[in-house]
């Protein structure tokens, strides 16, 4: 039996106490986007020249809560301008919204507007949330505004490129606009979708079992519940789910292993549950080697500019040395695989351990 199926069937003890899970002990720390890294994002068309920035937006005159539609508090705060300015901002918004839906095109702008600017005081980003409504159909959408930050970036591009899913940003030097990405949040998918009878608790397992292999593999870590959606698809004969991460701050950051793998969450135990009911460890060993298989599959169709990106952040700072030596001591002894110790940035181990993992463990099985 391999080692990673043992530990998701048996490490998972419930009803211990909640220091035996993953927890953030600090906030993380902000890290700039360096040159090299800002030449690999233009390169690629990600960074271009915005018509606002995230510092502009935080001058704001005024805020008060937004509730939800049950007049819950959802923790954001709808924010407001001087009246002379929120005409500039409201249009800079708007052609924001044109770049990243459609490449700059500007024919539909006429007929968008601003409904609503949302802040969230809460978390590393402080997120500017924007609300932009089609005059015709009241068709929404939203984008976020946030302060660019390397090692959110780099988890942003490594999703776009080992992931099953395309990801809409830009960059502008500190300011980042990411496209909101739709499906159920995880907890509210527990309160209120899990237990539906027509959803197969089965297909629920398997996507979390390929999902926990995606986040350890590519090392995203802090996918708690509310950090990751559900889309929810009706097929002609059963209801099918992709499981989607949405918050991409913790990407090669900490430095405990099981950081990266959301089965060690306490606020993903449900799903554990559901893998250990209804799958068997020959089960979840074929949907790891299906995920693993899908990423090397990536990793070969995006070889070059995966190398170009590793080249461009190298020698960043993504994470404290502590945390770069913690987690290349854990997973030496994980993997039994020494070249770990001799990485000095998370760049570097990452790449150590796409290959462990996706191309050497591959062909081990």
Avoid at 36 to 52: D, V
Avoid at 141 to 170: C, Q, T
Avoid at 213 to 224: I, P, Q, T, Y
Wanted: glycine content about 4%; proline content about 3%; charged content about 25%.
């Amino acid at each position: 039996m391999m080692k990673y199926v043992h530990e998701f069937n048996t490490k998972i003890v419930y009803g211990m106490s909640v220091e035996n899970h993953n927890h953030i002990s600090r906030k993380k720390n902000v890290y700039a986007v360096s040159k090299s890294f800002k030449k690999y994002l233009k390169r690629y068309g990600r960074e271009i020249q915005l018509p606002i920035s995230y510092e502009s937006l935080r001058h704001f005159q005024g805020a008060m809560p937004c509730y939800n539609k049950n007049g819950e508090d959802t923790l954001w705060e709808t924010v407001f301008y001087h009246q002379s300015l929120t005409r500039e901002i409201h249009h800079a918004l708007i052609r924001i919204y044109s770049l990243i839906k459609a490449a700059g095109a500007n024919q539909a702008e006429d007929h968008l507007h601003v409904e609503r600017i949302d802040f969230c005081v809460f978390g590393n980003s402080q997120p500017f949330r924007v609300k932009v409504v089609n005059n015709y159909n009241d068709v929404y959408s939203y984008l976020y505004i946030k302060k660019a930050d390397a090692s959110r970036i780099l988890g942003l591009e490594l999703e776009h490129l080992l992931s099953p899913y395309y990801i809409n940003y830009l960059v502008d030097n500190d300011t980042l606009i990411e496209e909101h990405i739709a499906g159920v949040p995880g907890d509210m998918f527990i309160d209120g979708f899990l237990h539906r009878p027509d959803f197969n608790p089965i297909r629920i397992a398997k996507e979390f079992v390929k999902f926990n292999e995606r986040c350890f593999a590519r090392l995203l870590g802090d996918m708690r519940s509310y950090n990751f959606v559900f889309d929810i698809t009706q097929d002609f004969d059963d209801v099918q789910f992709c499981i989607r991460a949405i918050d991409f701050d913790q990407q090669s950051y900490e430095g405990r292993k099981n950081f990266y793998l959301p089965q060690f969450f306490k606020e993903n135990r449900v799903f554990v549950q559901l893998v250990q009911q209804h799958l068997n460890a020959e089960v979840i060993e074929q949907y790891r080697q299906e995920e693993r298989a899908q990423l090397f599959k990536r990793i070969k169709s995006q070889r070059h500019r995966l190398g170009d990106l590793k080249a461009s952040v190298d020698k960043d700072e993504l994470a404290p040395p502590e945390k770069i030596k913690q987690l290349a001591q854990e997973l030496a002894q994980y993997f039994g695989n020494e070249k770990f110790l001799k990485c000095d940035s998370m760049a570097e181990i990452l790449r150590i351990h796409l290959r462990e993992l996706v191309v050497i463990h591959l062909y081990k099985t």
